[in-house]
């Protein structure tokens, strides 16, 4: 049976399955951003039409005009919203209502399941994502979607009530009729949701998120003497070509809600007009909370490209990836309006755009870095470890970003700038150091600390995977050297200790130590050496000079692109266990020597967050010498 008009059913995939169950059983009582949802797809349906109309004028054939039509039936108690935009053909109804699922539905799911306190905090989530097309479903009993592509002759029709699935049809005549090209969505409400076919309420939803929306938002009486027409009830102006001074806080949050289809406010705004050799207007803003495509794997930005107030596209890459949270605007009056995405990528106006307003934007976060520490340290939290990775690939850049980064350090509980660091540099002290680790308090439980500490010197506490990689990079701070605390030589023996009586001198003798504990353990380090970096562990771990960082060689061993370079295992010789040890030595117990040699790389790696490679003889070794110990 596979009659042309009989309806195809398909099933939701399961995110989406999941989602709409969330969605139909909503407590959420912001309810309102549905119809956002669905303005927002129209309007960039009729973006997409106008952009594509470029090329193939025809396609806006027997109507130029684009437009969004909200009609309501208090008495049906139905809403439909129409436009003339480009419309879903067969495939793309069941593609994208329904069988592929967006990165945003995943990340909200995963942002459900994090929420901690049950169902409650999980719709308010809703409000803080915003959920598409499937938001809908918290105010309707059941959908219709009728649509027709722009050029297409045939409509189609995807009718769902939120269940396990959707099913997909031609449209009958009459459907057929309503829509000459684009989509409608007729939502039947749900009782409780009826609110949405009164025409005041729905003037005023649109007013407070829409009224930036570019096409014109039509409101049709559905009912009295006026029944069928219709009225213009957003703006539809574009608040980017609005001078500054006639922009006030509040319109810059709607700006930034409407554009960016956020629902946070935004934590800093640039708005300016560039003239010059090129001009165009710019509207950015820095959001307050983490976009949820931050972790995309495609680092894609989202500042949208205009040409001459027409949409091109949102994926122009206007801003470096490492600048990637920033939402907004960039509108050119000197690009060709049918410059391709293609084109977009080599074109040096649309270079020449990128790095002016990366200048700004990063000049923008100085000037909160310095004027408003604590909005800055908000921005910094949410999105420093984005910003980091262009320390990583933007060396031009790398001393401006240098000067915005924030780190956790062992001196101090709040986060810590380079400035700040150099001016306490303790006398004597010419280096900035650093370690590198998975987390903060692993990072603070460090032995290599110890000397460090012993000497009141600062060490920063680098967390954020990034950390790994731009420190390979050499860099300096005012002319001051960042060094890495787990590789190569440190010498602290220039900056005095903070309590005298500590200080000793490592003798001749100590070489012999170090050379059995060599000798007993082979290949499995590249050097046994006396180590400055302790005073109250017995041993730790470091890289040679020149060396990955021992973080890094970690991480990429994990992905098996270590280089299988071994590390230098460090003793403090004025530890009792290497003393221990070097008694055992003098009397020459070879196998205390060995026991103990070994232990003593075990723990140095346990203290680096990793498992010996031999945990079961680890543990026999231990409990030998205890037991040993013991009976002596
Ligand atoms: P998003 O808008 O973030 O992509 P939605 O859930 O709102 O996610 O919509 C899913 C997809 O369905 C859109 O990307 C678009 O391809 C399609 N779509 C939704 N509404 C319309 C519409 N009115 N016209 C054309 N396509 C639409
Ligand atoms: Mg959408």
């Known amino acids: 049976m596979t009659d042309e008009k009989t309806p195809h059913s398909h099933a939701f995939q399961a995110e989406v399955a999941e989602l709409l169950n969330l969605m139909v059983h909503s407590v959420y009582s912001e309810t309102d951003v549905f119809l956002r949802e669905l303005i927002s797809n129209a309007s960039d349906a009729c973006d997409k039409l106008r952009y594509e109309a470029i090329s193939r004028p025809e396609l806006l054939a027997g ?57 409650g905090e999980g719709s308010g989530l809703i409000g803080k994502f915003g959920v598409g097309f499937y938001s809908a479903f918290m105010v309707a009993a059941s959908i219709e979607v009728t649509s027709r592509r722009a050029g297409a002759d045939q409509a189609f029709v995807w ?26 969505v007729l939502i039947h409400l749900k009782d409780d949701a009826r609110k949405f076919a009164e025409r ?28 069928g027409e219709a009225r213009q009830i957003n703006a539809a102006s574009a608040p980017w070509q609005r001078a500054k001074s006639e922009m006030k806080p509040e319109d810059y949050t709607e700006a930034y809600k409407s554009i960016a289809t956020a629902f946070d406010e935004p934590a800093l705004t640039l708005h300016y007009r560039a003239e010059g050799r090129q001009s165009y207007a710019v509207m950015l803003f820095v959001p307050t909370m983490r976009p949820f495509d931050l972790a995309d794997p495609g680092r894609k930005g989202r ?57 700004r934007v990063l000049g923008e976060l100085e000037v909160a870095a310095d004027k408003d520490a604590a909005k800055y340290r ?11 990775e262009g320390l990583y690939e933007d060396h031009e850049r790398r001393a401006q970003l240098l000067n915005l980064c924030r780190f956790a350090s062992s001196a101090s509980d709040a986060p810590r700038s380079l400035r700040q660091y150099v001016a306490d540099l303790k006398p004597n002290q010419t280096e900035i150091y650093y370690l590198v680790g998975e987390s903060i308090e692993r990072l603070k439980a460090n032995p290599k600390l110890e000397a460090a500490k012993a000497r009141g010197i600062e060490v920063l506490l680098l967390a954020d995977p990034i950390d790994a990689f731009w420190t390979i990079m050499p860099s300096d701070y005012e002319g001051k050297p960042l060094k890495s605390l787990s590789q190569g030589d440190v010498d602290f023996s220039l900056v005095p200790l903070v309590d005298k009586e500590a200080a000793t001198e490592s003798s001749e003798a100590d070489k012999g130590i170090l050379d059995a504990v060599k000798a007993t353990l082979g290949d499995q380090v590249s050097d046994v050496r006396a180590s400055q970096r302790l005073t109250d562990s017995a041993a730790c771990l470091v890289a040679a000079t020149g060396a990955r960082d021992r973080e890094l060689e970690r991480l990429l061993a994990r992905q098996d692109r270590g280089s299988g370079a071994k590390p230098i295992l460090e003793l403090n010789l004025r530890h009792a266990l ?45 409990n030998d010498l205890i037991v040993r110990g013991l009976k002596a």
């Open 303 to 359: 500042v949208k490209l205009y040409v001459r107030r027409v949409f091109i596209t949102d994926d122009a890459e206007l801003l470096p990836p490492w600048l990637r949270f920033v939402r907004g605007v960039i509108d050119s009056e000197d690009l060709p309006l049918n410059v391709s995405r293609e084109m977009l990528q080599n074109n040096p106006q649309v270079t020449q755009i990128r790095n002016a307003v990366t200048g």
């Open 63 to 119: 109507d130029e005009r684009l437009a969004i039509r909200l009609t309501p039936d208090a008495k049906a108690g139905t809403l439909a919203i129409a436009d003339s935009g480009i419309g879903m053909t067969e495939q793309e109804l069941i593609d994208n209502l329904g069988t592929i699922a967006r990165s945003g539905t995943k990340a909200f799911l995963q942002g459900l399941a994090e929420a901690k306190d049950g169902p």
């Open 159 to 184: 009718r769902s009530e939120g269940g396990a699935g959707f099913e997909v049809a031609p449209a009958s005549e009459a459907q057929a009729a309503r829509v000459p090209r684009g989509t409608e």
């Open 378 to 388: 908000t921005i910094w939290e949410a999105f420093g470890a984005v910003i980091k």
């Open 200 to 227: 005041f309420e729905l003037e005023r939803i649109v007013r407070t998120y829409s009224d930036h929306i570019l096409f014109p938002i039509e409101l049709v009486d559905g009912e009295g003497d006026k029944k």
């Open 578 to 622: 290497v003393k221990a040890l070097a008694h055992s030595i003098e009397e020459k117990k070879e196998g205390d020597v060995a026991d103990l040699s070994a232990l003593l790389l075990a723990q140095a790696q346990i203290l680096d967050g990793e498992v010996p490679p031999d945990p079961a003889a680890f543990a026999r070794r231990l």
